[in-house]
């Protein structure tokens, strides 16, 4: 079955990000290039009337956002180099932020899982965005990490010690597995999809390889294919990514993955994709987000 994908909202003219369904709407970022602090803010399309509102402004550059179990909204805000909680009368609450003394880099994406403990993706970034400029310092590493508890005083843990360019990751519905996208645009970086298995000390183990995105014309020849910038999870427990873009390979591209890595499917999309997400009645409607900072929806997909 072919996937029809209907453009809902924008473009805004800069990317959108960080789709999340909020039981009733869709919420999603949009980022502004560099230092523009205004415009930056979480947009609120509602599919029963086709409005979209804003949300929240001056959010510093948060790309990802997720929600607890328990509804509290967490985003990764690459500006302040923080994770940051959105209260509900209209507050931020900053967390934790430093892993051994320093600040880490600049968080991406995010999810909660049941015990109120943060992943997140931290690749380096251009710190020149970092709106504190006391901050620069920055790790001499970019890996998945995880604060304990969404407080200020959290401990923040490194969990992956092989990743370069970490841009997105998922927790498996039995939190058993960390999935992540190592997803480098150097030209001979990887561009993979990971499964990390999760220890019962907190750690992770050897990954496994789920799916590697090649070049055009064999090793050391042709494009390079753009790697995963964002996934979700379907009911079923397949991870769902987008990836590609323009330049080389099959082009902008929405993945279903099994667990063990095989595709199920691989859908088109309009644009090149940053993120995805699914919401509407049943969770049935696939939502993704694009580089020139329009939201599209397929629905009826799962």
Request: aromatic letters at 8%; hydrophobic letters at 35%; proline letters at 8%.
């Amino acid at each position: 079955m072919t996937w029809e994908f209907q453009r809902v909202a924008g473009p805004y003219g800069s990317p959108a990000d960080g789709p999340v369904w909020d039981g009733e709407a869709l919420l999603f970022t949009q980022l502004t290039f560099p230092f523009n602090v205004a415009n930056n803010r979480i947009l609120r399309y509602d599919p029963a009337t086709g409005d979209v509102a804003d949300f929240r402004r001056w959010t510093n550059r948060t790309m990802g956002l997720a929600f607890s179990r328990s509804g509290e909204l967490y985003g990764a805000q690459s500006g302040g180099r923080r994770l940051v909680r959105f209260n509900a009368d209209g507050s931020t609450s900053p967390l934790a932020h430093k892993l051994d003394g320093i600040y880490h880099n600049q968080p991406r994406d995010l999810v909660v899982d049941s015990r109120d403990r943060i992943w997140f993706c931290d690749p380096h970034g251009d710190l020149r965005e970092a709106m504190n400029p006391q901050i620069h310092d920055k790790l001499d590493h970019a890996s998945a990490l995880r604060l304990e508890a969404p407080a200020l005083d959290a401990p923040i843990t490194r969990v992956t010690y092989d990743t370069d360019s970490p841009m997105a990751l998922l927790l498996s519905p039995d939190e058993s597995t960390l999935y992540l996208a190592e997803s480098s645009e150097a030209p001979d970086g990887p561009r993979e999809l990971r499964a990390y298995p999760l220890l019962e000390d907190g750690s992770v183990g050897q990954y496994h390889l789920l799916h590697t995105f090649g070049r055009d014309g064999g090793p050391g020849r042709g494009g390079v294919h753009r790697g995963i910038y964002g996934m979700c999870l379907d009911g079923e427990g397949n991870i769902v990514a987008v990836a590609g873009g323009g330049e080389a390979g099959p082009g902008p591209m929405v993945y279903v993955i099994t667990p063990q890595g095989r595709i199920l499917q691989s859908q088109p999309l309009p644009e090149e994709p940053t993120n995805c997400a699914f919401g509407g009645a049943g969770s049935a409607d696939l939502y993704v987000t694009t580089t020139d900072g329009s939201l599209y929806r397929a629905s009826g997909v799962s």
